[in-house]
Structure formats: structure tokens, C-alpha cells
């Protein structure tokens, strides 16, 4: 079965990786450390052969770690699936850090122009800018209705911080 994955990439810098834990048995989590907490939920729950794509969302301007942290995503997913048997595909989807209207027209249409009709999807919220949810929900609600997707998981990764470093983190599911 063909599983859409949607992850918002973060602009800042430095991102902690962090153990995310799941206090719901529906959402299994890995103790592994990661710095985005979709990859928890994917080590601990694709066990069998799977076929991945992977769409990542990533605002840009002078200041964004965008390119850098989308590079850290592809090689900690390809972490945690090296042991098993799964096939990855990417599409990154680049828009500039605005909130205009042309913007948010052209992320919406090219995030619905990469969802496949069928798949399953999970998406990952936890980063990026307030704008982006918005968005990613319109798109859900799109494919959910037109192009006969499921939506398996919206998922959040939650944090305190103390010191300026993720603590007590946990990911949950918002579907």
C-alpha cells in the first residue's frame, strides 16, 4: 500500500533531536532520537515492505536552513527504514516565506498536483510557519474528496523547552 507522507521542514538552524514518546497505542512511536518526529512514527510503525512518498514542504528567504534541514529528513528517513524493506521518492515543494495570497495559491496547487489518487496519507505539522497547517488541511480535505485519499495520520510533535532545548517531548495524532 502506497503511503503519502507530508512534512513541513523547519527554517530554523538547529533542530534537537529528541525521543518522542506516544501516550496513544493507536500511534506507535520508536525511541530513537530524531529531529522530526514523522521518522519516530515511521520506524515504529512500517514493518513490512512499503512504498513511500515522501512530499516536503519548505519556505524559503535569506535566513532559512530550509535546503540544509531537508538533507537531515532524507537521511534520517533513510535511517530508519535501512532494515527494512522500503521504497522511498521525494518532491520538495519550495515557496518563498510570505504570507500572499499568490503564495499560498501556488503551494496549495502543487501540493494537490503531488498527492496520487488513493494514497494514504500522514502528515507531519509540527514545523514551519502558521500558514502552512491552513494550507495542508485545505489540501486534506481536497484529496479526501477528490482523489479518494485516507488520511491516516496528522501528526504534531510537542515540546517544552528549558534552556532553549526540546524537553518532554511527545507526538500525537490530530486526525
Known amino acids: 500500500m ?23 497505542n493507536s500511534i506507535p512511536a520508536s525511541d530513537r532520537r530524531v529531529s522530526f518526529p514523522v ?50 521518492s521525494y518532491a520538495v515543494i519550495n515557496t518563498a516565506f510570505s504570507e500572499d495570497k499568490t503564495v499560498h495559491e ?14 494514504h496519507l500522514i502528515v507531519d505539522i509540527t514545523y514551519g510557519p502558521k ?11 481536497f484529496a479526501e474528496k477528490y482523489l479518494e485519499c485516507e488520511i491516516d495520520n496528522i501528526l504534531y510533535g510537542q515540546s517544552s523547552f528549558s534552556n532553549g532545548a526540546a524537553v518532554n517531548t511527545k507526538i500525537c495524532d490530530m486526525a
Open 106 to 119: 501556488q503551494l496549495m496547487g502543487k501540493l494537490v498536483d503531488e498527492i496520487e489518487v488513493g494514497s
Open 39 to 88: 521518522n519516530a512514527f515511521i520506524d515504529a510503525a512500517i514493518t513490512e515492505t512499503a512504498e513511500l512518498k515522501v512530499i516536503l514542504l519548505a519556505k524559503e528567504d535569506e535566513y532559512s536552513a530550509a535546503t540544509k534541514n531537508i538533507e537531515l529528513f532524507k537521511s534520517e528517513l533513510a535511517a530508519v527504514t535501512d532494515d527494512k524493506n522500503v521504497s522511498i
Open 131 to 141: 500558514d502552512l497547517p491552513i494550507i495542508e488541511f485545505t489540501a486534506l480535505s
Open 2 to 24: 502506497k503511503k503519502t507522507i507530508i512534512c513541513n521542514i523547519p527554517m530554523k538552524a538547529h533542530i534537537d533531536k529528541s525521543v518522542y514518546i506516544s501516550e496513544d
